[in-house]
């Protein structure tokens, strides 16, 4: 018999029983769909974590205290109190390939403003911040080296902060409360926006990181320090020359663990996809479960369908149907479930990533390739389950098959 | 060439039931030829169900040779018997065995999609075969659509749209009223007019009437082999009977 006539049986059969059918077809429209989601919503994130990181700067060292291991997908980081704003002075003076420092220290505050009140970050930087970040004040200015050395009680407003405290008003040169301790401002940042991931970054209060340790916050040592090398092919030799900087200023030994730790945007990028990657794999062997259970499904009720049918079996087998033949009809009939239920698992999953990119603002990254991948895993699955049944019904004795009611 | 259609030497099929081996033929020789009409008879459990079965290729006999057109079947394959039941045999069962989802046509299709014949093709023939077992103006009608007789029309339509070397019957009016089993027994008389060779088991005496040669088994054994010196007229006596009720 021709692929085509069975194909038409078997699409007769399925059609038979819709719903029947659907239900069978429901494990694998599950996994398949789970598969297009959980992979377009993480391949989406990891772009948009890409994206953000590379805003940051392809030049861009982070130098962070404590000691962070890099291996696989794991950060381990220990909080440490080892860098300090001699550290970053000395970087500025000492490292040729190094030409902006930016020290930051964070704290947490709320910024009141007469009777108005909002609850936010402070993060305190150095005068190079506007530089390292490609982030400028749209209003006023940001404050001076002068201004960090003395500790000056001045802070740069980010937008949303501006707009909560003052409204429409020009918030330079008038007064804000952090922590009960009175800040000129001097600025308000331009408007940023949200990041991929929802995060308001205008919703920030910057401060020289010097007067944030030392009227705010009362720590000695510095949260992070971002230094930015003269170029992006220079990373290398200014990580070096940081990193035996501060091995010397901080007295470790020659091969002990350096309580210090130096990330490019480079090495996060690829913690980040590692994470993701990881994390892909994880949801997609939870989906592929799914997928396996439904395949369970399918060969169930196959089962059934063969016994169900046995004397049409017979009755095909009378007339001149060869075991092949019947293998064939019933291995198309599963194979069929489990297509048409990857297909709608595929439509279910475009649509389900298109309504989350759209209601939760979150970027959707629909692949092609890893669609196809659960599509033709799915097609495989009713192959594999539908085999058994379909090897039982062409095994049939014709005559038993005849006999049977 | 002979003109024998089967020719079965030594026969014997045994069921090997665990404890025990029924023996349900033992040692059938016989031989039927081109254009024969051959009632089987016998008691059940005398072994002409399993002579049937063995005779349509699907079951094999434990020994003994089964030549169907002079070619040995009783040792081919699986694949290789369908293939023989296909183009060389047609059945007919006593409750019809027609697909139910399918039409008339579709029914007598059935065998010619297992032989790999054209779709055009295979329309023609079975529309065909339809036309000649009197039931072309229903070939769109399901089979619960039909009446048992037509039901029966359809099978053998199926039975002879391969244009077999045989035309196997198991009991087909079993499931038939009296007026209905002897118009069957009309369109078997006329197909055997124009060259059929029909086996058909029977456990009537008067339904054997109408064949040409009646053999009996009892025991798994040929116990009886005779050629009917009177056979019946099925034409004539439908034409004798009382015309049929119109069924609502």
Redesign the interface.
């Known amino acids: ?2 692929l085509a ?1 069975s194909l038409e049986i078997a699409l ?1 059969a399925v059609a ?1 029983h819709r719903l029947r059918s659907f239900l069978t077809a429901l494990g694998i429209i599950i996994g398949v769909f789970s598969v297009i989601t959980i992979v377009a919503v993480g391949a989406g994130a990891q772009h948009m974590m890409q994206e953000s990181f590379k805003s940051f700067g392809t030049n861009v060292l982070w130098l962070l205290p404590g000691s962070h291991v890099l291996g696989g997908a794991r950060i381990s980081i220990t909080m440490s109190n080892s860098l300090t704003p001699e550290d970053a002075e000395a970087i500025a003076k000492e490292c040729p390939d190094v030409i902006y420092v930016s020290p930051a220290a964070f704290t947490g505050s709320p910024v009141v403003h007469g009777n108005q009140n909002w609850s936010t970050v402070v993060n305190g930087v150095g005068q190079t911040f506007p530089v390292v970040r490609s982030w400028y004040p749209a209003q006023g200015a940001f404050f001076t080296e002068a201004e960090v050395t003395m500790a000056a009680k001045v802070c740069v407003l980010g937008r949303t902060v501006a707009t909560k405290l003052f409204g429409r008003d020009d918030p330079v040169g008038r007064t804000v409360r952090l922590k009960k301790v009175p800040f000129r401002v001097i600025g308000v940042m331009a408007a940023k926006g949200q990041t991929g991931w929802g995060q308001d970054q205008d919703d920030i209060v910057l401060a020289p990181y010097t007067t944030v340790m030392k009227k705010l916050s009362g720590q000695t040592h510095l949260a992070a320090v971002s230094c930015t090398a003269v170029s992006a092919s220079r990373m290398k030799q200014a990580s070096e020359q940081i990193t035996a900087l501060l091995r010397r200023r901080h007295r470790i030994q020659p091969g002990a663990e350096q309580d210090f730790s130096i990330l490019s945007a480079k090495d996060v990028l690829a913690m980040v996809d590692k994470i993701y990657d990881t994390l892909i794999l994880f949801l997609g062997s939870v989906a592929s479960i799914a997928l396996l259970v439904g395949g369970i499904g399918i060969m169930n009720i196959m089962l059934v369908s063969v016994t169900e049918r046995i ?2 079996i ?12 019947i293998l064939l009809q019933f291995l198309l009939e599963a194979l069929l479930l489990s297509v048409s239920g990857g297909l709608l698992g595929l439509l279910a999953g475009v649509g389900i990533a298109q309504a989350i990119a759209s209601t939760l603002n979150w970027p959707i990254l629909i692949d092609p390739g890893s669609s196809a991948i659960a599509v033709l895993f799915a097609a495989g699955v009713g192959l594999a389950f539908g085999f058994l049944p379909a090897w039982r019904a062409s095994r049939l004795d ?2 038993q098959a ?1 006999r049977s009611e | 060439m002979s003109n024998d259609v089967v020719r079965v030497e030594e026969l014997r099929k045994v069921y090997d039931l665990g404890e025990v081996q029924v023996e349900a033929l033992c040692g059938v020789t016989l031989s039927i030829r081109r254009g024969e009409f051959v009632a089987v008879m016998g008691a059940s459990g005398s072994g002409k169900s399993t002579f049937m079965n063995i005779l349509g290729c699907l079951d094999r006999p434990t020994s003994g040779r089964y030549l169907l057109e002079a070619k040995d079947v009783s040792t081919m394959a699986r694949d290789e018997l369908a293939s023989i039941r296909n183009t060389r045999i047609g059945f007919v069962f006593q409750g019809f065995n027609l697909l139910h989802r399918m039409s008339a046509v579709q029914n007598v299709e059935l065998p010619m999609l297992y032989g790999d014949v054209p779709k055009t093709e295979r329309r023609k023939r079975a529309v065909e075969s339809l036309t000649a077992v009197g039931l072309g103006e229903r070939q769109g009608h399901h089979p619960n659509q039909l009446s048992g007789g037509q039901q029966q029309r359809v099978a053998i339509a199926r039975a002879l749209v391969n244009r077999p070397a045989i035309l196997l019957a198991d009991e087909p009016t079993g499931n038939l009223d009296s007026r209905t089993s002897v118009e069957i027994l009309e369109l078997f008389q006329r197909l055997h007019r124009d060259g059929a060779t029909i086996v058909m088991v029977t456990h009537e005496p008067d339904i054997a009437e109408y064949c040409s040669r009646q053999i009996h088994f009892r025991d798994g054994e040929l116990v009886d082999d005779r050629l009917n010196p009177h056979v019946r007229d099925a034409a004539a006596d439908l034409a004798a009977m009382p015309p049929a009720h119109r069924r609502a």
């Open positions: 018999m021709r006539e007769e038979r004397r049409e017979g009755i095909r087998l009378a007339v001149g149907a060869r075991g092949r033949d014709p005559i005849l």
